[in-house]
Each structure stands twice: as C-alpha cells, then as structure tokens.
C-alpha cells in the first residue's frame, strides 16, 4: 500500500513537470493535437472566459478570437495553465493561474 501511494504522489509530481515544460515551450500558432502531445489529455475543455493574453501580453487588436480552452490542473498545488484555440485549432491563448 506505501509503494502504491509512493507511485502516486511521484506521478502526480512529474505530471505537473511536464505542464510546466509543456507551457514553456508553447509558441503561438501550435495545433491542438501538439498540444495534446506534449501536456497530455486536459483537466477540462471549456468556452473561452479569459482575457485574452500570451503569458500574460494582451493580443493584437484584429486577432482571432478564442473558440476554446484546454485547462490543465495540478493536484499538487493550485495552478492551473490555460491553452486557448481560434476557430482553426491553432493556440492564440496562454495563462498560467495561481493562487496563494
């Protein structure tokens, strides 16, 4: 029973490695299924509701709009990186949440 919870709190420790590697590579433009390789199946998929930022830089009047997001959530801590698609599939959103 120790080493099954053992693996547990180790997988959910390299998972959100990986989010962290995954967000700081992103580029703009990236298709969903890179996506998708790289941070693995989303914690949610939901309507657009943020502001419209790359890592925190507000976009370009006259940019695509965002159709969807894919939000990937820590179990080990409360953050959260949020990956937003225009209509074409293509990532135009990146946001990293926390709280304190």
């Known amino acids: 029973m120790?080493?099954?919870?053992?693996?547990?709190v180790i997988r959910l420790v390299w998972q959100q490695r990986q989010y962290e590697r995954a967000y700081e590579g992103?580029?703009?433009g990236t298709g969903k299924l890179e996506v998708?390789?790289?941070?693995?199946?989303?914690?949610s998929i939901e309507s657009?509701?943020?502001n419209?930022?790359?890592?925190?830089?507000p976009l370009p009047a006259g940019q695509e709009q965002c159709v969807e997001e894919f939000r990937y959530v820590?179990?080990?801590s409360?953050?959260?990186?949020?990956?937003?698609?225009?209509?074409?599939?293509?990532?135009?959103?990146k946001d990293y949440l926390s709280s304190p």
């Open 48 to 50: 657009c509701n943020l």
């Open 78 to 93: 409360p953050e959260q990186w949020v990956i937003g698609f225009d209509r074409r599939g293509k990532a135009i959103i």
């Open 52 to 57: 419209a930022s790359w890592d925190g830089t």
């Open 26 to 28: 992103l580029q703009p």
């Open 36 to 43: 998708l390789s790289l941070f693995g199946r989303p914690s």
């Open 2 to 8: 120790l080493l099954m919870g053992a693996f547990f």
């Open 74 to 76: 820590s179990w080990v």
